[in-house]
Nanobody
Framework: QADLVESGGGLVQPGGSLTLSCAAS????????MAWYRQVPGKQRELVAV???????TYADSVKGRFTISRDNAKNTVELQMNSLKLEDTAVYYC???????????????WGQGTQVTVSS
């Protein structure tokens, strides 16, 4: 079973909206920060948004005012609301979490499998 399970990716027109969801498996606990990254071919993976356990948020300049990250600490889930989507938002989006895992020592970084978001007219 995957440590993080993502859903919500797909095809959307410019100006449209899409919401990505990510759920941590039962093997993860004491989750600190959670984040969304994205990557396009030939480019380095970049941070889109991050949210701490205290729900403080940080956004990349390119998505400020358009994207909103949120989390439910009780359910260990995180969402990314994407509005006013642009062609340049097209990428594979990855969920990330800093957490402890059952059977492993110390906190580590965990990644989802990635989900494709395509913005096209």
């Amino acid at each position: 079973q995957a440590d993080l399970v993502e859903s919500g990716g797909g095809l959307v027109q410019p100006g449209g909206s899409l919401t990505l969801s990510c759920a941590a498996s039962g093997t993860l606990f004491s989750i600190a920060s959670m984040a969304w990254y994205r990557q396009v071919p030939g480019k380095q993976r970049e941070l889109v948004a991050v949210i701490t356990s205290g729900k403080r948020t940080t956004y990349a300049d390119s998505v400020k005012g358009r994207f909103t990250i949120s989390r439910d600490n009780a359910k260990n889930t995180v969402e990314l609301q994407m509005n006013s989507l642009k062609l340049e938002d097209t990428a594979v989006y990855y969920c990330n979490a800093d957490a402890f895992k059952i059977g492993s020592d110390g906190a580590k970084h965990f990644w989802g499998q990635g989900t494709q978001v395509t913005v096209s007219s």
